[in-house]
């Protein structure tokens, strides 16, 4: 397993951004498809955004085109959620995703 661990998440006014980053300790996330996901009270899991192990080609579901950004950095085995523009429903637990593990998820608060 990968022990994937997610970090950045916290509570920010509309507009605000946030970093989120997915790690997965010693082991390299280079060679992996990675997702994430979020969850909203109530709602269910949904996919954020992707970014291939391949050619680094990224997948963005509709309602974060244009304020979200995934990038890697080998270096440091990190992938990285970049979300400018936040509005209160993107509210949610955000996981990332490689193969079948799954971090346990940070926390990000959109609100006044």
């Known amino acids: 397993q990968l022990q994937l661990v997610e970090s950045g998440g916290g509570q920010v006014q509309p507009g605000g951004s946030l970093r989120l980053s997915c790690a997965a300790g010693?082991?390299?996330?280079?060679?992996?498809?990675i997702g994430w996901f979020r969850q909203a009270p109530g709602k269910e899991r949904e996919v954020v955004g992707c970014?291939?192990?391949?050619?680094?080609?990224?997948y963005y579901v509709d309602s974060v085109k244009g304020r979200f950004a995934l990038a890697r950095d080998n270096a440091k085995s990190t992938v990285y959620l970049q979300m400018n523009s936040l509005k209160p429903e993107d509210t949610a637990v955000y996981y990332c995703?490689?193969?079948?593990?799954w971090g346990r998820g940070t926390q990000v608060t959109v609100s006044s």
């Open positions: 970014i291939s192990s391949s050619d680094d080609s990224v």
């Open positions: 010693r082991f390299s996330l280079d060679y992996y498809s």
């Open positions: 995703n490689a193969d079948e593990d």
